[in-house]
């Protein structure tokens, strides 16, 4: 594949990680994942017994993007390289998943309260008989958060589709004190890492 090219296929349901692609000028075909239990999953992204965080985020971003490759396949598209990501929050090495409820979510952001925790994303790219991954770690601080302000921002459905209960791109990005790491990483889209691995595969980022 010619280093000109810009073009991939991405799959995952995420505004956020199209934009971070298209930031750094990388055009994307996004090819959605099922993902609604009563019609089928592609990809089974709970946890398994005693697996660590760093296992379960580079585990399904694998099976994410091997489901989108058989997607590929399956519908004679055009080979392009295929981009699959999957991100968790961890705190104390516990994965803290997406909140199923208003509920769930204000107790796990009362958790997180003036505490650090990690934010992983692992991606992976697909590409013909070929897969290559990297995983990046960023640590969040979160300054004491009020009870109301839980709340409020609850209140707002922001958190409800998101892993830990909070969106860094949103909202609270107020509760933030402090990160370290990648901070497209803690959004769901470590930059640095993604355009070494597209480079891999013939894509030229930026």
């Known amino acids: 594949m010619s280093l000109a090219a810009t073009a991939i296929y991405l799959a995952s349901r995420s505004p956020r990680r199209r934009e971070l692609l298209r930031q750094i000028g990388v055009t994307v075909d996004v090819l959605l994942l099922r993902a609604d239990p009563q019609r089928?999953?592609?990809v089974d992204e709970?946890?398994?017994?005693?697996?660590?965080a760093e296992a379960h985020v580079t585990r399904v971003a694998h099976a994410k993007a091997a489901a989108g490759w058989r997607n590929v396949l399956r519908r004679n598209l055009p080979p392009l390289p295929l981009l699959a990501a999957d991100t968790v929050v961890a705190l104390d090495?516990?994965?803290?998943?997406?909140?199923?409820?208003?509920?769930?979510a204000e107790q796990i952001l009362q958790r997180l309260s003036g505490r650090r925790h990690q934010v992983l994303t692992a991606v992976a790219v697909t590409y013909e008989a070929r897969t290559e991954?990297?995983?990046s770690s960023s640590s969040v601080e979160f300054?004491?958060?009020?009870?109301?302000?839980i709340q409020r921002?609850?209140?707002?459905?922001?958190?409800?589709?998101?892993?830990g209960a909070y969106g860094l791109q949103g909202r609270a990005a107020v509760f933030v004190r402090a990160i370290s790491g990648s901070p497209s990483g803690a959004v769901g889209l470590p930059?640095?890492?993604t355009a070494l691995l597209l480079r891999e595969f013939g894509i030229v980022a930026v």
């Open 143 to 149: 300054r004491e958060l009020g009870r109301d302000e």
């Open 46 to 52: 709970r946890p398994l017994a005693d697996e660590s």
């Open 191 to 193: 930059l640095f890492e």
């Open 153 to 163: 921002y609850v209140a707002t459905r922001e958190p409800l589709d998101k892993a």
């Open 40 to 42: 089928g999953i592609d």
């Open 133 to 135: 991954s990297a995983r």
């Open 93 to 104: 090495g516990a994965i803290i998943g997406k909140p199923k409820s208003p509920l769930e």
